[in-house]
């Protein structure tokens, strides 16, 4: 059987700004069809501008495709043309398999029906057939945690539950291609992480995934390639790592890289300088490390006057968006009588020297990252000194081709480190 | 489009294009759409089970709301006839059972053809954002119309036996007069279905003027009069034809103007393929207007 599910080739689609004209040109397109005189689709006419041009890629089973770009960049209607819903007026797309989407969580349900009668309800618009309804509706009710509130009425729910029943049943609809849009971000932050490991086990079974997302974690998280839209153009689709970055570059140039530029916190009693993140036995100054390796974090640090010894350093590395991913924390004394906390280190500095901090093989997948060091004092809730994004690191993989999907949850699990300060 | 069997989904293709559908022949878009209601039977019950079910849960008088208007309606024909403000001419039988019947029958075409008309606007946001055969939309809309209509008969028999009436045994041909209205109702309503979502207003000239030409059909007064111009009117309107047919099967036990009757029925059923076609092809700038 052929691998490749999707296959868009050369599609564009067409709006038309105008309200009154579109109205116009839908008589006239529909009045035509009917006496059977076609209507060019490839030229536009007044006011009409294309939401979609020229856009080509191919998706095989098992395979994830982030589609990203600014708001009003096309993102939403390739979506609508894989799924069905517009026409395409230029090109072809040639889908192969059942098509889910996990769109609008909860379309169609009835407030006034319970959780069970919505399941069926969803679950038929979905295009799920009786007796495969049947036969998930228990996993169905497992997946979405709802409970003893499966009969009630599902206006009584609250707004998590409403979702995560949503999404539960578009889940378990089983497509060979499944369509997302910007919906991981519903229910806790169980649910999320469960919604995502959901995804993870889809795509190992075959399923192609179509992303678009705003979210650049997730879209590094879970795409193994990328298309980057602007003006309805597809300006790259290939490597999603090189995609973000572009993507980053075109939104980035005034506000996002500006907030990356080194940023120095605190009230100045503490200095740092000469912050390095690398891999280790490698070059300090190249900023990409091998997925798996270990890496060293290296600063140097001066105390203006440093007159007690309960300081400690922070070390936190985030995501490109800001997210914290792990704070490294080790200071001089425990603050509370002699409680060490699982993520603190007990260690001397002097007033001033070099601090490196060992990274064993952490679990941080292809992602760009930063980091921020500071200090401050235990008992007193200040920055004596700091530097935000002091750093940009890549965490790259070999084989770019290599689904990033097998590196697990990041900051689930402590990182194991150790440090010296000199 | 879905050109293969939806049995194995695994095996479907599906292919987009542009002018995909009206590059699909005549009779192979009603082949399509025929089967797209077969698929989506499933569907369709379940979205017929949301409306009607649910539409009384919140109600006071429940299912009984659907005999409330056309009794109303009924009753103030009476009472026009009581007063002779009205004239409804010989009909032959009692004249609240003629007036009932008429109206429960044109009620039918007026309600099919309103559930056809508001199905897409109703279906609005889920059009936008899940693909599914909306066929079933229509297809909901109309078996709500249909179970209304069934609880309605229960009343015709009741009325029939309060009078005293015995309908001839020609009148198990009256399920098969309903078919006609049905077509021309739908016909109607899926061209208006699609131009609703366009500009908006459409819908309710459409239903005023279908409120004026209940007037022009003998559904109050008998079909005999002196007038020329209503006689002309009621000649050449079709729905006269379709919905006397209707009651006469009933009452009469027989069709007078079998030739009228079946010009009528021609026409409903070459409206109803036109328009389901109409539907078809605007399908896709549905979504696009929304």
Same mark, same amino acid.
């Not at chain 1, 979506?79 to 996990?102: E, F, M, T």
């Not at chain 1, 995560?164 to 499944?178: M, T, V, Y």
């Not at chain 2, 020329?228 to 050449?236: C, F, G, L």
């Given at each position: 059987?052929?691998d490749?599910?999707?296959?868009v ?6 709006f038309c ?8 040109y839908?008589a006239? !397109? ?8 076609g209507?060019?689709?490839n030229?536009l006419?007044?006011d009409?501008f294309? %939401?979609a ?5 191919? =998706? ?15 993102k939403?209607?390739?979506?609508? =043309?894989l799924n069905g ?5 230029k090109?072809?797309?040639?889908i &192969?398999?059942?098509?889910?989407a996990?769109i609008?969580l909860?379309a169609g349900f009835?407030p ?9 309800l969803n679950?038929?618009?979905l295009?799920?057939?009786k ?9 169905i009710v !497992?997946?979405a945690?709802?409970g003893d509130f499966?009969?009630?009425?599902? *206006? ?6 409403y979702?995560?029943?949503?999404? /539960?049943?578009?889940?378990h609809?089983?497509?060979d291609i ?12 169980n ?9 993870l086990?889809i795509?190992?079974?075959?399923t192609a995934?179509i992303?678009?997302s ?9 795409c ?8 309805? *153009? ?10 973000v ?7 980035? &140039? ?7 530029q ?15 993140v ?5 070059d300090r100054n ?8 270990n890496i ?8 203006? *006057? ?6 400690q ?8 968006e800001?997210? !914290? ?11 509370? !009588?002699n409680?060490?906390?699982?993520n ?5 500095f002097k007033k001033e020297? +070099? %601090? ?11 992602q760009?990252f930063?980091?921020d060091?500071a200090?401050?004092?235990l008992?007193i809730?200040v920055?004596?000194?700091?530097v ?9 993989h $070999?084989?770019t ?19 010296e300060v000199n | ?5 939806r049995?194995d989904?695994?095996? +479907? ?12 022949g005549?009779?192979r878009?009603w082949?399509?759409?025929?089967s797209?209601?077969?698929?989506s ?13 649910s539409?009384?849960?919140q ?11 056309p009794?109303i309606?009924?009753?103030?024909w009476?009472?026009?006839n ?5 004239? $409804?001419?010989?009909?032959?039988v009692p004249y609240p059972?003629y007036?009932?019947?008429g109206?429960i ?5 007026i309600s099919i ?23 079933a939309?229509?297809?909901? &809309?109309i078996?709500? +119309?249909?179970?209304n209509f ?6 015709i028999?009741?009325v ?5 009436? /015995?309908?001839s045994?020609?009148a198990i ?6 078919i006609p ?19 908006q207003d ?7 003027g279908?409120?004026f ?6 559904v109050i007064y008998? $079909? *005999?009069?002196?007038?020329?111009i ?8 079709p729905?006269?034809y379709?919905i006397?047919?209707?009651r ?16 009528s ?7 109803f393929?036109?328009?389901w ?8 700038k ?5």
């Amino acid at each position: 059987m052929n691998d490749v599910v999707v296959n868009v080739e050369k599609v564009s689609k067409k709006f038309c700004k105008n309200l009154r004209r579109s109205m116009y040109y839908g008589a006239t !397109d529909v009045i035509r069809s009917m006496i059977g005189i076609g209507t060019k689709t490839n030229v536009l006419r007044a006011d009409e501008f294309w %939401a979609a041009d020229d856009v080509s890629f191919e =998706l095989k089973r098992g395979k994830s495709l982030g589609i990203i770009g600014v708001n009003g960049s096309g993102k939403s209607t390739l979506l609508r =043309l894989l799924n069905g819903i517009y026409q395409p007026d230029k090109g072809r797309i040639k889908i &192969q398999g059942r098509v889910g989407a996990l769109i609008s969580l909860g379309a169609g349900f009835h407030p006034l029906m319970t959780g069970r009668e919505n399941i069926f309800l969803n679950a038929s618009i979905l295009g799920m057939r009786k007796d495969e309804i049947k036969r998930r509706f228990d996993e169905i009710v !497992d997946f979405a945690e709802i409970g003893d509130f499966l009969d009630a009425p599902v *206006k009584t729910y609250s707004s998590g539950m409403y979702v995560r029943l949503g999404f /539960a049943i578009a889940i378990h609809a089983e497509p060979d291609i499944l369509l997302v849009d910007e919906v991981l971000a519903v229910g806790d932050a169980n649910f999320q992480k469960k919604c995502f490991e959901r995804i993870l086990d889809i795509i190992k079974n075959g399923t192609a995934v179509i992303f678009v997302s705003h979210s650049m974690t997730t879209v590094e998280r879970l795409c193994t390639e990328c298309i980057l839209m602007k003006h309805g *153009k597809q300006v790259f689709w290939g490597n999603t790592r090189e995609c973000v970055q572009r993507y980053f570059h075109e939104i980035g &140039q005034d506000n996002l890289l500006k907030s990356l530029q080194p940023q120095t916190v605190g009230i100045g009693d503490v200095v740092f300088s000469d912050v390095y993140v690398y891999q280790e036995g490698c070059d300090r100054n190249n900023p990409n490390i091998e997925f798996g390796k270990n890496i060293i974090i290296e600063f140097n640090y001066k105390f203006s *006057k440093k007159e007690s010894n309960n300081n400690q350093f922070r070390v936190t590395i985030r995501t490109f968006e800001g997210r !914290d991913v792990q704070k490294f924390l080790f200071q001089e004394s425990s603050f509370i !009588d002699n409680v060490v906390y699982p993520n603190e280190k007990i260690i001397a500095f002097k007033k001033e020297g +070099t %601090a490196r901090i060992k990274v064993l093989q952490p679990r941080l997948f292809p992602q760009t990252f930063r980091l921020d060091v500071a200090a401050a004092p235990l008992d007193i809730d200040v920055h004596l000194g700091g530097v935000a994004n002091a750093r940009i690191f890549n965490i790259i993989h $070999p084989s770019t081709d290599k689904m990033y999907l097998e590196y697990g949850n990041m900051g689930v699990n402590e990182f194991d480190y150790s440090v010296e300060v000199n | 489009m879905n050109e293969s069997t939806r049995q194995d989904p695994r095996n +479907t293709i599906m292919i987009y294009e542009p002018n995909q559908r009206a590059n699909l022949g005549l009779m192979r878009s009603w082949v399509f759409m025929f089967s797209n209601l077969i698929n989506s039977r499933y569907l369709t019950w379940q979205l017929f089970k949301r409306d009607f079910i649910s539409g009384y849960k919140q109600s006071f008088f429940g299912i009984f709301w659907i005999f409330i208007s056309p009794l109303i309606g009924v009753l103030s024909w009476v009472f026009m006839n009581y007063t002779g403000i009205l004239n $409804p001419g010989d009909v032959g039988v009692p004249y609240p059972v003629y007036v009932l019947v008429g109206s429960i029958i044109w009620g039918l075409f007026i309600s099919i053809y309103t559930a056809t008309a508001g199905s897409l606007s109703l279906g609005g946001q889920l059009i936008l954002q899940i693909n599914f055969s909306h066929e079933a939309l229509v297809a909901q &809309q109309i078996a709500q +119309t249909g179970a209304n209509f069934v609880v309605n008969l229960l009343l015709i028999s009741l009325v029939l036996f309060i009078f005293g009436i /015995a309908p001839s045994w020609k009148a198990i041909f009256f399920p098969l007069t309903l078919i006609p209205i049905f077509l021309i109702g739908t016909g109607i309503g899926l061209v208006i279905a699609v131009i609703t979502v366009v500009v908006q207003d459409f819908n309710k000239l459409v239903s005023a003027g279908l409120g004026f030409l209940m007037f022009l059909t003998p559904v109050i007064y008998a $079909p *005999k009069f002196q007038n020329k111009i209503i006689q002309n009117v009621v000649k050449w309107n079709p729905m006269s034809y379709l919905i006397v047919g209707a009651r006469d099967i009933i009452l009469y036990g027989r069709i007078e103007n079998m030739a009228g009757y079946f010009y009528s029925c021609l026409l409903a059923i070459v409206v109803f393929m036109l328009s389901w076609r109409f539907f078809f092809l605007s399908e896709y700038k549905i979504a696009e207007k929304l």
